[in-house]
């Protein structure tokens, strides 16, 4: 899992990357907002955002997020305790809410309650099944191996099972905000559907890719 912090109190930015780490995700620190902007695209799975930051502040950030990343998660921290402040963060589509000083347990919590799914599993027939927590693909308990690449693929859908997931999404994330092609993205699907039933993934003309409609959550 990989989180964006804009924070520009070093010390707090720091400490908060610090915490993370130890939770075992991966973390990018920017201290203003025009660097934070030109990481949006590296395959973010959270997002945690200080108002008050040089250059381009936070709700502006979080404006631009929401139009590109409607599903990810975004924090608002900020030792604004007005009215307005809360209002326009939550008008402009953040999760949560901050008021600094908090306790860093409180960042971490929020963080893994919005980055995380409530279900374990993806099932996409009665052999077939995709653990979420773990990374591992079974077929009918016997695991199968998958790449990082392909993990990284079915992670798209772990908190929205039917959504469409453009190429944008698929090279930001899957390739990590490395450029890549529309020839390697159907490459890297053409390999995952030998090892899930084949028409699990159905793609959607010159938008992107979706599961299909029989795979369903589950916790069991």
């Known amino acids: 899992m990989k989180v964006l912090v804009l924070e520009d109190n070093i010390r707090l930015s720091n400490l908060i990357k610090k915490s993370l780490l130890e939770e075992h995700y991966k973390v990018?620190?920017?201290?203003?907002?025009?660097?934070?902007?030109?990481?949006?695209?590296?395959?973010?799975?959270?997002?945690?955002?200080?108002?008050?930051?040089?250059?381009?502040?936070?709700?502006?950030?979080?404006?631009?997020?929401?139009?590109?990343?409607?599903?990810?998660?975004?924090?608002?921290?900020?030792?604004?305790?007005?009215?307005?402040?809360?209002?326009?963060?939550?008008?402009?589509?953040?999760?949560?809410?901050?008021?600094?000083?908090?306790?860093?347990?409180?960042?971490?919590?929020k963080i893994k309650k919005y980055s995380s799914t409530q279900y374990n599993y993806i099932q996409f027939d009665d052999l077939y099944k995709y653990d979420i927590r773990n990374h591992i693909l079974y077929k009918d308990s016997i695991e199968i191996e998958v790449t990082k690449k392909e993990i990284l693929f079915l992670e798209l859908f772990s908190k929205h099972l039917h959504r469409v997931v453009t190429y944008t999404e698929i090279e930001e994330y899957v390739?990590?905000?490395?450029?890549?092609?529309?020839?390697?993205i159907r490459s890297m699907i053409k390999r995952l559907r030998k090892k899930i039933p084949y028409d699990s993934v159905s793609i959607v003309k010159g938008v992107g890719y979706s599961l299909s409609p029989s795979a369903t959550f589950s916790s069991l």
């Open 175 to 184: 390739w990590e905000g490395e450029n890549t092609t529309f020839v390697n």
């Open 28 to 109: 990018d620190c920017f201290n203003n907002g025009k660097s934070a902007l030109n990481a949006l695209e590296n395959g973010y799975n959270c997002f945690v955002l200080d108002i008050n930051v040089p250059s381009l502040d936070g709700i502006s950030i979080l404006k631009l997020i929401r139009e590109n990343h409607p599903y990810t998660p975004v924090i608002i921290m900020s030792s604004y305790d007005d009215l307005e402040s809360v209002k326009m963060s939550y008008e402009f589509g953040c999760d949560d809410y901050l008021r600094k000083p908090f306790y860093i347990f409180e960042l971490i919590n």
